[in-house]
């Protein structure tokens, strides 16, 4: 296996009614866990780099290049997608790169404006080859974008896929960015009220604050593409903290990021079947 595009593995997944991991890259680490996530649960998987991530890095193109290195190498299926792009020159930047999909995220704007500059966006990353996702209902945690309350109406979203030709929406359902804790309640019905409205695959942000069998059951009402960031980096976090405790003279940092990569790879290998409502996995933890 090795390189493909989101738009297959979404794809795949929205026809068997089941669920695909989209999970953030912060830097070379947290990519190799994620391949070896997909290796150990042999399961694809999406590996998103956004907008913060390439500026936290100076730019796209050295994570990007290394991104789409390893899953050129990976001995699963493994996407390399844009995500969350405010600036339309970071997406064209993307498609010269070689990703397969992007995201253009205009769900802070007024309605109108986010119609014509995704519209534009997806006509150029077309013309490519390139799959487009969508944003439509704010998204909390990103400076009021999915903010609590915030949900996309069904005739609306049906309307701007209509409108800007995107290949996936992400929707607002009630999750939100950046939480720690996983409380976050979802409108199951508009999910499958959604789906039942939409001829495109639905996309859950914010995931990291929602309980495994809330994730569960949102897959079966229709939602495909997962996302996670927070929770994540929380097992990475956590795994260098203990390390690091445990020898207080340790300076080589391989020595604590080796058992971080590893710790974030186990539990995106058990989200990853979880998504995929693969056995015991599915199960509340």
Same mark, same amino acid.
């Not at 070379?28 to 590996?47: F, K, M, N």
């Not at 699963?76 to 995500?83: E, G, K, N, R």
């Given at each position: ?11 795949? @997944?929205?026809? @068997? ?5 989209? &999970? ?7 990519? *190799? ?10 399961? /694809? ?16 193109? /050295? ?8 899953? $050129? ?6 996407? #390399? ?5 405010? $600036?339309? *020159? ?8 070689? &990703? ?9 704007? /007024?309605?109108?404006?986010?119609? @014509? ?78 789906? $039942?409205?939409? /001829? ?18 949102? #897959? ?22 203990? $390390?690091?405790?445990? =020898? *207080? ?10 058992? @971080?990569?590893?710790?974030?790879? =186990? ?19």
């Amino acid at each position: 296996m090795t390189l493909v595009s989101a738009r297959e593995l979404v794809s795949a @997944a929205s026809a @068997a009614g089941t669920g695909i991991g989209a &999970f953030n890259v912060i830097h070379l680490e947290t990519a *190799e866990g994620l391949v070896r996530a997909s290796a150990l649960a042999q399961l /694809p998987v999406i590996l998103q780099i956004s907008q913060n991530c390439a500026d936290y890095h100076g730019g796209l193109e /050295p994570i990007a290049l290394a991104t789409l290195a390893l899953a $050129r190498r990976a001995q699963t299926p493994v996407a #390399v997608h844009l995500d969350h792009a405010e $600036r339309p *020159e970071l997406v064209d930047e993307a498609i010269a790169l070689g &990703f397969g999909s992007v995201m253009f995220d205009g769900g802070a704007l /007024p309605y109108d404006d986010n119609v @014509a500059l995704t519209a534009e966006v997806a006509a150029r990353a077309h013309a490519a080859g390139v799959y487009v996702e969508g944003e439509l209902g704010e998204v909390g945690g990103k400076d009021g974008a999915h903010a609590p309350g915030v949900r996309t109406d069904p005739d609306e979203a049906q309307a701007f896929v209509a409108a800007t030709g995107v290949d996936a929406l992400a929707v607002a359902v009630g999750s939100s960015h950046a939480m720690t804790d996983r409380t976050a309640s979802l409108d199951l019905d508009l999910i499958a009220r959604l789906r $039942r409205a939409l /001829p495109v695959p639905l996309v859950l942000h914010g995931s990291s604050g929602v309980a495994d069998a809330v994730i569960a059951d949102a #897959v079966r009402a229709g939602m495909t593409k997962v996302n996670v960031s927070t929770h994540l980096n929380g097992f990475f976090t956590r795994a260098i903290r203990e $390390r690091l405790a445990a =020898d *207080e003279r340790l300076v080589d940092s391989r020595k604590y990021l080796a058992p @971080a990569r590893d710790a974030l790879a =186990d539990e995106a290998a058990r989200m990853l079947r979880l998504f995929a409502l693969v056995g015991a996995d599915t199960v509340a933890r």
